[in-house]
């Protein structure tokens, strides 16, 4: 991973991958493989996650949240999927993607001790969150790092359903604040 | 009475195409969603015209019209619906899985049909109607 770091950052009971670029980097460290690889593993991640919101959350609009999350998600995977075939690309792990996977597991750990609005509320914030961290991921590492035009493509065209995600997920937060 | 008959002929030549020529044809509109977005945001048929969504997202979306008139139903990845367009199909309508995608048909008047079954408007009329009606985006 060189210089780029990737820690966790812990609040609330929640654990998010954050990403943090020095200023001097430039965001070359990742082959496109492994940037295939995070790419897929944020997109699973997130939709195993929905799959416990199903479970255990309360909020009509929490679950829609998490309908959303599955569908969307599950998607950008096999067109992502479909891409590395064509490419032929295997996907390869790496530092940032062993981040993203902790911070899952940390974050279902929490979650799984929480039902109904306190569920609602614990995994809002954490979508919030974790939107937020995937979006400066994709603009700060993961599309400049990228080599291969269609990956990059790809990439620039999820960027807008990660966006959609967090506006809508920060709108859910406030009604499930309340 | 020559000239007359010469001048007449030529009046009714003209009105006979001008008619023709006249005749409003059904259109065909497009609304891609692109990038979580309905492109364009707007679009402005005229009743017994066809409205055809395309899904050029990775994810599925739906066009929901937000009084639950009309409803695509589930659109995956380079999927399609068209609609034929109604008077009642006015309105905002958005995708129902991301109700932050948002976007709006406006529905004008047609005075001539492509199908022959409206009544004619002379020319003039007819072009200040259709500015009225705003119908001004076919794809």
Known sequence: ?178 | MKAEWFVMAAVAAAVTAACAADVQPVRTHVVEIRQFAFLPETISALPGDTIRWINRDPVPHTATSSNGGWDSGRLEAEGEWAMVVERDAAGDYVCAYHPNMRATVQVGRRFRSGRGDAKRTPRPFAAIAAFHDGHADDV
Do not use: W
Not at chain 1, 90 to 113: F, H, I, Q, W, Y
């Open chain 1, 1 to 178: 991973m060189g210089r780029r770091t990737f820690g966790l950052l812990s609040g609330a009971g929640l654990v998010v991958a954050c990403l943090a670029v020095p200023a001097t980097g430039r965001a070359q460290d990742l082959s496109d493989a492994q940037v295939a690889h995070v790419a897929v593993t944020a997109n699973t991640i997130d939709a195993d996650l929905a799959k416990l919101a199903l479970e255990r959350g309360r909020s009509s609009d929490v679950k829609a949240f998490a309908r959303m999350m599955i569908d969307d998600h599950t998607g950008v995977n096999q067109k992502a999927a479909a891409l590395a075939k064509k490419l032929n690309v295997t996907p390869v792990a790496n530092d940032v993607s062993a981040s993203l996977e902790k911070g899952a597991r940390e974050a279902r750990a929490n979650l799984v001790k929480l039902t109904g609005a306190a569920f609602d509320r614990a995994y809002i914030a954490r979508e919030v969150e974790y939107h937020a961290a995937v979006l400066g991921a994709i603009d700060d590492l993961l599309i400049p790092t990228t080599q291969n035009g269609e990956l990059k493509e790809l990439l620039k065209t999820v960027r807008p359903a990660v966006a959609a995600h967090l506006e809508r997920a920060r709108q859910i937060q406030q009604t499930v604040a309340q």
